[in-house]
C-alpha cells in the first residue's frame, strides 16, 4: 500500500535501507564512510513515445478539490527495476515508483495558492525535479504552464510511470497538442545543461529566447521528497540555482521537516539556502497529521 492510502500509523522504522547501517552524515556534507557509492546513470532524455510495456495501469483518482481531479497508474520496483520491499537503493533506484505525502501536499499548497492569487502558473515554464508520479507537474500543465519538464533520477520511473500519468492528464484526446512537455533522467549533479538546453529549444518555438541570461531558465521549480539524503543537498541546490529564471523565478519544495536514518530534511535544506544568502525562505505550510513525521511546504525566491 502507497504511504499516502495508509489509514492508521505504522510502528516506527527506519524510512530507507542501506547497505551500511552504521553510515553516520555530518552536517559538513561529507561522505559517509565505506565503498563509494557506483556512478550515476548519464544523463538523457526520454521521450514521450518511449513508454514502457510494463506501464501504469489501473488509474486511480486522487481528489485535489471539489473541481479537480489527477489520475495516477501504479506499478511496483520488482517489475520494473527487480528490486523488492525497498524505498531506496543507493545509486540505483531513488523511490520515484511511490507516491510520497509530500507530492499532495505541494499540489494542495500550488492550489490554495493559485485559488489566492498568490500564483500564476498560466504561460509558465515549470520543471519538477525528483518527480516520480509527476502530479504537481501533472497540475501544473493542468492550471495553464506553457511548458512543463519532468526530472527522475531513473529513466525507468519516466517510462513506466510518469509518462503514463501524464497521457492519462494532459493527453486525454489524440488531438491535444497544445502542451508541451519533456522528460529528463540523471543525476542532479550533471543534468543541468540537458534540461536548460530543452528549456532555450522551447523557447525558441514560442519566440520567448532572447540573449538576456535573465530570461534563461524556469519560473517555477517543484520538488517534493527530494530533500531526504543530507549528502544530495549540495547538488540539489546547486542544479536549482543553474536552473531557475533570474530574477523572478520560484522554487516550491515539499518534504518531512526530519528523515530519520539519512540526515536530510527541509530544515537541512533551509539552512544550506540561508548559509548561501542568495535566497529568501518563506514557510507555506506544515502538516502534522500523525500519519508521518512533520511536514512542510516552503517557497524559495531570488533576494
Avoid at 538523457?44 to 486511480?60: C, H, I, R
Avoid at 507530492?103 to 498560466?122: A, F, G, P, Q
Wanted: charged letters at 20%.
Amino acid at each position: 500500500m502507497e504511504e499516502t492510502e495508509a489509514k492508521k500509523p505504522t510502528p516506527a522504522s527506519p524510512l530507507f535501507s542501506f547497505s551500511n547501517p552504521s553510515a553516520s552524515f555530518g552536517f559538513g556534507f561529507g561522505a559517509a564512510p565505506g565503498p563509494p557509492p557506483p556512478p550515476p546513470p548519464p544523463a538523457v532524455e526520454v521521450l514521450l513515445s518511449e513508454e514502457s510495456p510494463v506501464a501504469a495501469g489501473n488509474l486511480e483518482p486522487v481528489v485535489v478539490d471539489d473541481s479537480l481531479s489527477i489520475y495516477k497508474g501504479r506499478v511496483n520496483t520488482s517489475d520494473v527495476l527487480g528490486v523488492k520491499n525497498s524505498d531506496l537503493v543507493p545509486g540505483k533506484y531513488e523511490g520515484g515508483l511511490k507516491l510520497w505525502e509530500g507530492s499532495l501536499d505541494l499540489v494542495k499548497t500550488l492550489n490554495s495558492d493559485i485559488k489566492d492569487d498568490r500564483l500564476l502558473m498560466e504561460g509558465k515554464h515549470v520543471l519538477e525535479l525528483g518527480c516520480g508520479h509527476g502530479l504537481p507537474g501533472i497540475f501544473a500543465g493542468l492550471k495553464g504552464a506553457a511548458l512543463v519538464h519532468f526530472q527522475d533520477f531513473n529513466a525507468e520511473v519516466l517510462r513506466c510511470l510518469t509518462i503514463p500519468n501524464v497521457k492519462a492528464n494532459l493527453f486525454k484526446e489524440s488531438s491535444e497538442t497544445s502542451r508541451s512537455v519533456g522528460f529528463y533522467a540523471g543525476d542532479w549533479s550533471e543534468i543541468d545543461k540537458l534540461l536548460l538546453r530543452g528549456d532555450a529549444v522551447q523557447d525558441k518555438t514560442t519566440n520567448l529566447h532572447t540573449e538576456n541570461e535573465g530570461h534563461r531558465g524556469y519560473n517555477i521549480i517543484l520538488m517534493a521528497e527530494t530533500v531526504y539524503a543530507l549528502d544530495s543537498l549540495p547538488s540539489l541546490y546547486r542544479l536549482i540555482k543553474k536552473c531557475l529564471h533570474y530574477p523572478s523565478g520560484v522554487v516550491y519544495m515539499a518534504g518531512k521537516k526530519h528523515y530519520f536514518g539519512v540526515g536530510g530534511g527541509t530544515r537541512q535544506f533551509l539552512r544550506l539556502v540561508t548559509e548561501d544568502g542568495a535566497m529568501q525562505s518563506d514557510l507555506l505550510a506544515e502538516v502534522t497529521d500523525g500519519s508521518s513525521n512533520v511536514r512542510e511546504v516552503w517557497k524559495f525566491s531570488f533576494k
